[in-house]
């Protein structure tokens, strides 16, 4: 039986892939990453097939990034964060655009809420604590591990001992207390197993 996911992941995949390898190599390995740890959380069913899908596709909305702001290398000027700060709504956005999407609305929102921070100092609504979806507080995790662990233009990667660090330091600010505890309890060889 065809699935939405199993019609369009090859669409929306190739897309993303000839915009930008790099986020959608990212994409993937979140998603792997995503799943592992969301299974251990005790999510099952259609909540696990919602973050799968969110996690393949979180920045989705990077392909409307100009390449003067998608590729620049060094930091951002403020009008160039607010245009990429504009991914996650676009992705909201390009997953909306199949309404017959099962469990759309959880992958959009999920997409949408990505990097909104437990604090409420997030984008794009600002949401805070319980208000985030629990699949976006999971993806912000597993997001920003993988992002601290690789280069991008504007950083070079992190080892692994320094993104937890990084983390720990994020959290009750960035990051959900309780689930970034339990994503900081894995030893080394839970890590290894996603190589």
């Not at 996690?55 to 990429?84: N, Q």
């Not at 597993?142 to 959290?171: C, G, T, W």
Request: contains cysteine.
């Amino acid at each position: 039986m065809e699935t939405w996911f199993s019609r369009v992941e090859p669409v929306l995949g190739a897309a993303l892939e000839l915009r930008d390898l790099h986020t959608s190599v990212h994409c993937g390995r979140v998603s792997q990453m995503a799943l592992m740890f969301a299974e251990d959380l005790g999510l099952r069913g259609d909540a696990l097939l919602a973050l799968d899908v969110a996690a393949r596709f979180h920045d989705v909305g990077k392909i409307g990034i100009p390449d003067t702001v998608l590729y620049k290398h060094g930091s951002l000027d403020d009008a160039e964060w607010e245009i990429m700060k504009g991914h996650s709504a676009r992705g909201e956005y390009i997953i909306r655009m199949d309404a017959g999407l099962v469990l759309g609305d959880e992958i959009a929102r999920t997409v949408r809420h990505h990097h909104e921070h437990y604090d409420g100092n997030g984008y794009p609504d600002g949401l805070r604590e319980q208000a985030i979806p629990l699949p976006a507080r999971v993806l912000s995790v597993i997001d920003s591990y993988d992002a601290i662990r690789n280069r991008r233009a504007y950083h070079a990667a992190q080892s692994h001992e320094d993104a937890l660090f990084i983390l720990a330091s994020e959290r009750g600010t960035k990051h959900d207390p309780q689930i970034l505890d339990a994503f900081l309890s894995y030893d080394r060889s839970w890590f290894d197993r996603l190589s």
